[in-house]
T-cell receptor, first 113, second 114 residues
């Protein structure tokens, strides 16, 4: 039962353009969402997060949008750079109950120079 | 460098065997998490320890067990290994036990069961 879904296994974008990575979730108890980035042979690293009380959070070139009614979030990278080429994991957690973080399967982003 | 160390980097073993994976958290972090990443799968949460006590449990098989020691390092024990246990095993640490705390991941241990 995949509660966090990343339906696009891969994405290719030209350098300088916008990258949009999408994520859907099914558990309405989730109230905190995160994006992690992973390079080959390394562990994931935290990128950006958003609480369910917000619908947008920005950090430099990275912006996460949350649409609670659609149970959808997206990560926008503008402008995309070759160094952004990595696997991006969407993750979610709920403040009550288990308190664990549930990860999606990841989307591999390739930024073409 | 996240500050989280995992040993060994690679492990090759046979079915039916038992292995131990080791994790040292970042200095000052009290929580340790274990995740499994199989081929084409996301990070599956296995278990969390906070300051030596089990805090949360995920989809951890009964053949797997973990503990966190007084010096806060953690070990994940995998026994009666099966081919399907081949995966990347990540350890992460955070300062607290809340899911809002940023988790810092180690580089992972790649386990191959032949």
């Amino acid at each position: 039962d995949q509660q966090v879904k990343q339906n696009s296994p891969s994405l290719s974008v030209q350098e300088g353009r916008i990258s949009i990575l999408n994520c859907d979730y099914t558990n309405s108890m989730f109230d905190y969402f995160l994006w992690y980035k992973k390079y080959p042979a390394e562990g994931p690293t935290f990128l950006i997060s958003i609480s369910s009380i917000k619908d947008k959070n920005e950090d430099g070139r990275f912006t996460v949008f949350l649409n609670k009614s659609a149970k959808h979030l997206s990560l926008h990278i503008v402008p995309s750079q070759p160094g952004d080429s990595a696997v991006y994991f969407c993750a979610a957690s709920a403040s009550g109950g288990y308190q664990k973080v549930t990860f999606g399967i990841g989307t591999k982003l390739q930024v073409i120079p | 460098d996240s500050g989280v160390t995992q040993t060994p980097k690679h492990l090759i073993t046979a079915t039916g065997q038992r292995v131990t994976l080791r994790c040292s958290p970042r200095s000052g972090d009290l929580s340790v998490y274990w995740y499994q990443q199989s081929l084409d799968q996301g990070l599956q949460f296995l278990i969390q320890y906070y300051n030596g006590e089990e805090r949360a449990k995920g989809n951890i098989l009964e053949r797997f067990s973990a503990q966190q020691f007084p010096d806060l390092h953690s070990e994940l024990n995998l026994s009666s290994l099966e081919l399907g246990d081949s995966a990347l095993y990540f350890c992460a640490s955070s300062v607290g036990y809340s899911p809002y705390n940023e988790q810092f991941f180690g580089p992972g241990t790649r386990l191959t069961v032949l």
